[in-house]
């Protein structure tokens, strides 16, 4: 047997590919960006074509800085952006039909609307555990199928292929045509509880089934690469998992009640809630988690749209700092954030609010506010939106939540963690491990293999790399709170007007 699982973490903002020992060890890691592209406003597109060349670079790349052969592959494991919608052409190549329409869009926020206001959405998160919102890819799918008649010719010939971007990375490296069950439920077309297309949806929204991929369990061979340029023929591809449910897997969340958030382009906040599955009354998703042989664990997800997005705004667009990690020395140079409060809807509102039209918010500024303030306020508003779906998720599933396990790049900022358990008064534990979702991606291939033996094996090697005590006083936590439920109500108020 090989010594190393290749995962790609086909993300929002650029692809990453992880060479992983069977000791969780990272023996090497690449990252290659690609552009985003925002045709209108509210309207987020990326390029597949440039998509895949992110991924073969960073994988070349990955293999030329560690100098591991590819041979040595024991299995590759995929995670990926959830909801992007793409769609493609069912030949040899995998022809893209368009840019890929990305989760952050809100185009089709007006027909949600028309179809909330048919009274269905109770019906359709009784089904998927989701929402009606914008954020999933059915009412994308629905959209392109309907703006472009050819596509739907193209459906009716068997030559049209719909897929999130698991799907379409997994057809480009074998030509298969398969989801795992986590994409799967993501896209409002899935029963939650059968594991399966839904007729019923397919029909609500107007989709050709023929235009499905299969769906599958995780950590299950979905097809062997074969003339892919960057590994040869043959390597299983093992593990497929959508990057929230990756992370949760990475950090070793399997028992029930266990909690993790994944601060990356946006928050996601996940707590595992076992073999069944717990339908919210406070905003958040009943979403499936992963689903080893025939056992399906399923998991409350409260997502909060911007978060590392924020920085990226205040470096490029207000040009407060160079490199994002700039942000944390900016920040700390001021006691607190003097009263100012930032709402970071920048994409809408997600968990518990959900609000597809708002826009972000800056408020207490006054003449002594400062670039520090600004930035201090930024990171504060992220562990605001996180401190929401906490407890929303703690109301749900009827539990105090334990220590809460972190990763993402944003995670690596100390201020921000520590303020996380201060606002949130549970300790913060990050993992040795930041790239905790490409490390779920490989759990799941290397399970698939025989590579690890179990998840005891592997919750025997997971390791923490610091934690964060809540220090802050009651009376300060409270008043920091009540402002930020002030600007929330504000943003209502300001999106009902919209």
């Known amino acids: 047997m090989g010594s190393y699982i290749l995962a790609i973490d086909q993300g929002t903002t650029g692809t990453t590919a ?51 052969s590819p041979r040595e592959l024991v299995a590759v494991g995929i995670t990926n952006q959830r909801e992007t919608t793409c769609l493609w052409k069912r030949d040899e190549k995998g022809t893209a039909l368009g840019k890929a329409i ?21 019906k359709i998160q009784k089904k998927t555990g989701l929402l009606l919102d914008p954020y999933f890819s059915a009412p994308k799918l629905h959209w392109r199928l309907q703006k472009d008649p050819s596509l739907l010719a193209l459906a009716k010939q068997g030559q049209l292929c719909f897929g999130t971007i698991d799907s379409f990375l997994l057809y480009r490296m074998s030509g298969e045509h398969k989801t795992d069950v986590s994409n799967a439920s993501r896209t409002l077309l899935m029963d ?37 340029s960057s590994l040869p023929n043959g390597i299983p ?37 076992g073999a069944t599955p717990v339908f919210s009354r406070h905003g958040m998703l009943t979403t499936v988690a992963w689903q080893m042989g025939k056992e399906v664990t399923y998991c409350l997800e409260g997502s909060a749209f911007i978060a590392g997005a924020a920085v990226q705004w205040l ?31 920048l994409s809408g509102i997600g968990a518990p609010h959900w ?5 972000g918010l800056l408020t207490g500024l006054t003449r002594g506010s400062t670039q520090a303030h600004i930035a201090r306020a930024t990171l504060e508003g992220v562990a605001f939106q996180v401190n929401e779906l906490l407890g929303a998720m703690a109301k749900d599933s009827r539990r105090k939540l334990g220590p809460l396990k972190v990763d993402g790049g944003a995670s690596e900022n100390n201020f921000l963690m520590q303020f996380q358990a ?57 008043e920091k709170i009540s402002f930020w439920d002030e600007a929330i109500r504000a943003v209502q108020l300001l999106s009902k007007s919209k």
């Open 18 to 68: 992880l060479l992983v020992d069977n000791n969780l060890n990272i023996k090497g890691k690449a990252t290659q960006d690609f552009p985003q592209y925002f045709p209108e406003p509210s309207w987020v597109e990326h390029d597949l074509d440039e998509i895949w060349l992110s991924v073969l670079k960073a994988i070349d790349t990955v293999f030329k800085e560690t100098g591991v």
């Open 102 to 122: 990305v989760w952050q869009d809100r185009r089709t926020a007006d027909y949600c609307a028309k179809l909330k206001a048919r009274g269905i959405e109770k």
């Open 192 to 228: 939650l509880k059968t594991c399966q297309w839904d007729e019923d949806l397919l029909k609500l929204f107007k989709v050709p089934s023929s235009v499905l991929p299969e769906i599958c369990g995780s950590a299950v061979i979905y097809g062997r690469t074969k003339n892919f």
């Open 237 to 273: 591809i093992a593990g497929m998992i959508g990057d929230q449910q990756a992370a949760l897997f990475g950090q070793a969340c399997f028992e029930k009640g266990t909690a993790k958030c994944t601060y990356g382009t946006g928050a996601f906040a996940l707590v595992n809630t």
């Open 315 to 345: 470096r490029d667009g207000l040009g407060l700092f160079e490199r994002s990690p700039d942000i944390e020395k900016l920040a700390t140079s001021v006691e607190d954030s003097g009263g100012v409060v930032f709402v970071p809807a």
């Open 355 to 359: 609000i597809p039209k708002a826009t």
């Open 422 to 478: 201060d606002i949130s008064q549970i300790p913060v534990i990050r993992s040795q491990v930041i790239e905790t979702t490409a490390l779920g991606a490989a759990l799941q291939a290397g399970l698939g293999t025989g590579f690890w033996s179990g998840l005891s094996e592997i919750k025997q090697k997971w390791k923490a790399d610091k934690s964060f005590k809540a220090r802050m006083p009651s009376k300060e936590r409270k």
